[in-house]
């Protein structure tokens, strides 16, 4: 068992934190900027203790984890005034599970080190279901030798965990996930849009193709709910669109040609502004039209 601190309550973090109290059997302090949250998680799981500040939270922490919202959401829990780094233990490490950018991740494993303190970047795949089910795919960047010592703990909340590269490694894998998802949902609202304008059985479509190369998860799991235009499973427009700006960002910097992207950044940033940041991410079906009915 480690004693272990948790920054950040949301969607994610709250089942993740659930997970390495409960399957872990890890002693966990929590963290969020809204109390009651961190309230609420205690009492959900009858386990662990809330803290006022980020600093409170994980003094004495063999392992701090973090899943927040963004690079400045990251920086206020480690680096700000009563931020994370100025109280851990010489020698913890620091486990960030958030979807931010490569620089930051860079930044805070130097500032980190500076500090006698090992930061590793390590975003997830899979969802509020896969955190819900505990099986979520970690992409892991920093020191090999803390990433030893951080995986089984990971372990608790995922089905795949591994280490990528150094520093920000982590968030750049995370980026190629999004890039590669986002075109697949965008083919996908097309594909059937096309089969609903053309009056074809989308059951028995789906059953067919779903058995060849077009095959993908989301076809397996949202093929149906696009169909129906239900949006209300997970990953949020709102999320989505600030992943893509930071794949679009890093890009820059790279050279790498992401125009599928640049284009699909604009189609959720259409969703949003008719009101739907917090549908999910297969919502880009409501840009090609209603669902048309089947001839009678």
Known sequence: MAKVAWL???????????????RGGHDVTVYNRTPAKAAAWIENYQTGRSAATPADAVRGADFVFACVGNDDDLRSVTTAPNGAFAAMKPGSIFVDHTTASATVARELAAAAANAGLTFLDCPVSGGQAGAEGGTLTVMCGGDEAAYSKAEPLMS????????????????????????????????????????EQAGLDLDAVMATISKGAAQSWQMENRWKT???????FGFAVDWIRK?????????????????????????YAEIQAKGGGRWDSSSLITRLGAQKRKPS
């Open 226 to 232: 696009m169909h129906e235009r239900k949006f209300d």
């Open 243 to 267: 992943d893509l700006g930071i794949c679009l960002d890093e890009a820059r910097n790279n050279g790498a040609g992401l125009p599928v992207m640049q284009l699909l950044e604009t189609y």
């Open 156 to 195: 608790c909340f995922a089905r795949s965990v591994r280490r990528i590269g150094p520093s920000g490694a982590g968030q750049l894998t995370k980026m190629v996930n999004q890039i590669a998802v986002a075109g697949v949902i965008q083919g996908l609202a097309e594909a059937i849009h096309f089969a």
């Open 8 to 22: 950040g309550l949301g969607v994610m973090g709250m089942p993740m934190a659930g997970h390495l109290a409960k």
